[in-house]
Every structure is written in C-alpha cells, then in structure tokens.
C-alpha cells in the first residue's frame, strides 16, 4: 500500500473541560499511524489544561499538548499551533474546532483529497443543509453564517460557501509556513484573513484562479455543541473586521496592479 502522508491537526481549546472529548480523539489517534493531533490551552481558567495534558500522556506520542499561559484568542492560538505543526515533518497540517461539531472521520476524507489530488492545496469542510444530511444549526447562527460567507466571498474575490467552518486542512508548503509567520489582525474571523493571505500570495505568483486549487466538501454532519464562544458581540463586530481585511489585503493588492 502507498505510503499516508502525515497529518497534524491543531485543536484550539478555551474553558473546554465539560466540552473536550478526550476518549473519542484517543481512540482516532490510536487508529491512525499518520495523524498528530496538538491541544492547545488558550490560556483556560478552568480545569481545560489539566484535561489536555492528561489526554497527551496518554496519547501514545501521537497527541501533544501546547499550553498558554495567557488567553491570547482563538485567532492566536490556532496561528501558533499551526506555526509549530509546519514545522514538524507532517505534510497535511490543519485545524479543528474542540467541540467536534464536524465528526474526527472527516479528516480522512479531507486528506483523501490533499492525497489524491496534487493540484489541491486547501480542504475546507461546508455546512450544507442538504437533504439527507444532519446538519444541524442554531438558525439565527445559520442566517448570520450566511450573510458574512457573503460579503467574504465579495471581500476575498473567491465563491466560498462556508469560511467558519472550524475544519480546515491544508497542504505544508514554506509559503503556508509564511502565511502563519505574522500575527492575524482579526480575532474571529481570521479564517478568511488567512484565505485572504493565501489568495494574494498565489496571485502575487502570477496565479490567475487561486480558487482552482481549493476544495469545499459538504459535510455528511454537523451539530451545534452547547457552549460556543462566540458571543452577539462577536457577530456584530464582524462587518469591522471584514472591512479591516479589505482594506489590508485585497484593496492594497488592487492598488499594487496599477
């Protein structure tokens, strides 16, 4: 059988002591010659960090724990667990929301994709309510989701149907590498920041359709957990930060081409 590249997947986890799911990313770890997984501590006030470190020790060498002694925000956190991951020898990095609203078995088939086609460098999972799918969403999340894919569709120049999706994979490569080395400017949506990133540096490259080399696949499940960080505040101050990543990245990259 051919060789599986390796994979390393971030978790990004803050207050997540009644959430984590330690037993279920045992068991797929311990399934999975190839796959890593590294736990990030953003700097927990509860019981989080004893959790994560608990679940490592017990991981078989295949689970890491990076703990941070401060809350540096999730944008933060997953940048540097992704600086770490790049440097390692894995060859798919990505990252994973800690509530596993979109089940661990998706990661196989997202790295199916990286595996299968060598003119990919983006799997993203999408929340799509199609019929015979169990996708299910707190509606008034599911209608602001909508709104913000968007206006990033509008802001990146990209037809992307889901960007916060917390599922993402991506093929290791010194240009992700510098993608990853600055801080993001955005807090929350720095998904997009990073396609943002991405999409210019290719087209900086004389790529003329970034979008050709990414992959949305519709996710078979997805169940909103109880308990997620994102506040009404964080969703009205995404229309600033879209505008703060306009203004950075694609207005400053149209001003370059004249």
Known sequence: ???HPKVTIVVPC????SRFQSEEILAFAKTRHWLQFTLI?????DNTKETLMRTAAEGGGRISAVILEQNVGKAEA???GMVQALRSDAEHVGFWDADLATPLSDIDRFAKVLRERPDIDIVIGSRVQLLGRNIRRNKA???FGRIAATAASNVLGLNVYDTQCGAKLFRSSPLMQDLMHTRFITRWIFDVELLARWTNALRDQGVSRPEDKIVEIPLECWVDVAGSKLRPKDMALAPLELAKIYWRYRNQNQKDQF
Not at 14 to 17: A, M
Request: aromatic letters at 12%.
């Open 1 to 3: 059988m051919p060789k």
């Open 14 to 17: 803050f207050n997540e002591e």
């Open 41 to 45: 501590d953003d700097g927990s006030t």
């Open 78 to 80: 997953v940048r540097q």
């Open 141 to 143: 999340r599911h209608f």
